[in-house]
Structures are given as C-alpha cells and as structure tokens.
C-alpha cells in the first residue's frame, strides 16, 4: 500500500512565524502535490512538484513556497503565516499524475 | 474554467440500500473522472478513476458511470453498511488541472 506520512496532525503557530509542513512517500512516485482543504470551497492545489527539485505553482501559491531536495519528500513553506492560512494542508503523491494518494493531513491553526 | 459539481445536501438511506451520488461537470467531457472517499478529519483515499470511453466501472460492491452526453457521473454502493458512511468526492481533469467537487456526504442508518 501506498503511504504517505505527515509530520504533523495538527499544529498551532501564532501570526507572522515561518511554518514547515513536512511530507513522504515511501513508493517511489514522481508527482507530488500540496492542498488546502477549507469548508465550503473544497480542494485547492497550492503547489506541486514532478520531480526532484521541481516545482510548479498550483490555483492558490500565494502566500507559500515549497522545496523538494529527495524524491520522496516535499515540503510546505510559509513564509510569515497568517490567520487566513488557517486550515486543514493535505500532501498527495502520484505515480502518473492521474490518481492522488493522500496522506492524513495537518489542520493548522495560526493564532 | 471546469467547474465540477456535486450535490451538497447530505444523502440518507437505509443500510442494505443502494447509495448513488451525482457529479456534474461543465464544458467539454475530460478524459476521465475520479471518486474518492474522505472520512472526517482524514485525508481523502482514492475509490475509482473512469475513462471518458469507459462507459462504466466496477469494483466490489462499487459502480461507476461516466455519461458524456449528459456530463454527469454517477457512483453507486450496492447493499451500503453504516461503514460506506462519509463524505465522496468527484474530480475531473488531468495532472495538475485535477479539479475537485465539494463532496456529498452519505450517511447510512442501520
């Protein structure tokens, strides 16, 4: 089974600090993705990568960086969290960029 | 833009029943159309994916339909337990242009 691990459940960061969200997959896929997920407006693509070192902006980049140094692993950046980025960040992979397997999510809090 | 649309009201049905849920799309029919299933405070595991020339699919107690003509998909759970109980996401599109609905959420009562 494909697994994907984030490095935290839930997190709580106050206004203005940098915040890494860390994610890996242990199945050797290419595709990597990054997710909000907010009541009311469903899944939205922030950033996602198609391979080492590769990165490209989603629907809703600003705001966020990412990095992915090893393949099986690509992080979330912000830069100076705000409240409005309070939200539940779900980390996916893909072996052809068709189906996404996501990992259990962080719901993020900035206070 | 490729709007996807699914019923927001939540469906209710008798366990033993068949579940079906709806996903509308807009514009032109995307080579294929993707279920998932998300549980509450989890992240969402993928079900089914349908091709645009597959007219439906099945997996276990799982159906799927794609019909182009009317731009709709239609999943289905035959004999649903209270376990089928959560919310089920429709996504169409491709690599990065995956769009997803907001999801139905089923509720199975025993």
């Known amino acids: 089974d494909v697994k994907v691990t984030q490095s935290s459940r839930y997190l709580v960061k106050r206004t203005g600090e940098k915040v890494f969200l860390e994610c890996v997959q242990d199945?050797?896929?290419?595709?990597m993705f990054w997710y909000r997920q907010d009541p009311g407006l469903g899944l939205r693509l922030i950033y996602f990568?198609?391979?080492?070192?590769?990165?490209e902006k989603g629907d809703i980049p600003e705001g966020y960086s990412v990095s992915r140094e090893k393949k099986e692993r690509f992080s979330l950046i912000l830069e100076s969290a705000s409240t409005n980025q309070t939200s539940m960040y779900l980390c996916?992979?893909?072996?052809?960029?068709?189906?996404?397997?996501f990992g259990p999510g962080t719901r993020l809090t900035v206070l | 833009s490729q709007k996807i649309e699914q019923n927001s009201e939540a469906l209710n049905i008798q366990e033993g029943k068949t579940a079906t849920l709806t996903c509308n799309y807009t514009?032109?029919?995307?080579?294929?159309l993707q279920w998932y299933r998300q549980d509450p405070g989890r992240g969402p595991v993928f079900l089914l994916l349908?091709?645009?020339?597959?007219k439906e699919k099945r997996k276990e107690r799982l159906k799927v339909t794609f019909d182009t003509t009317l731009k709709q998909s239609l999943f289905h759970i035959t004999a649903s337990q209270p376990a089928d109980s959560a919310t089920y996401l429709c996504?169409?599109?491709?690599?990065?242009?995956?769009?997803f609905g907001k999801g139905t959420m089923l509720l199975v009562s025993p």
């Open positions: 996916a992979s893909s072996p052809t960029g068709q189906e996404r397997f």
């Open positions: 199945m050797d896929h290419e595709n």
């Open positions: 990568s198609y391979d080492v070192k590769m990165k």
């Open positions: 514009n032109y029919s995307p080579a294929y």
């Open positions: 349908i091709r645009e020339n597959e």
């Open positions: 996504a169409r599109g491709g690599y990065s242009t995956l769009t």
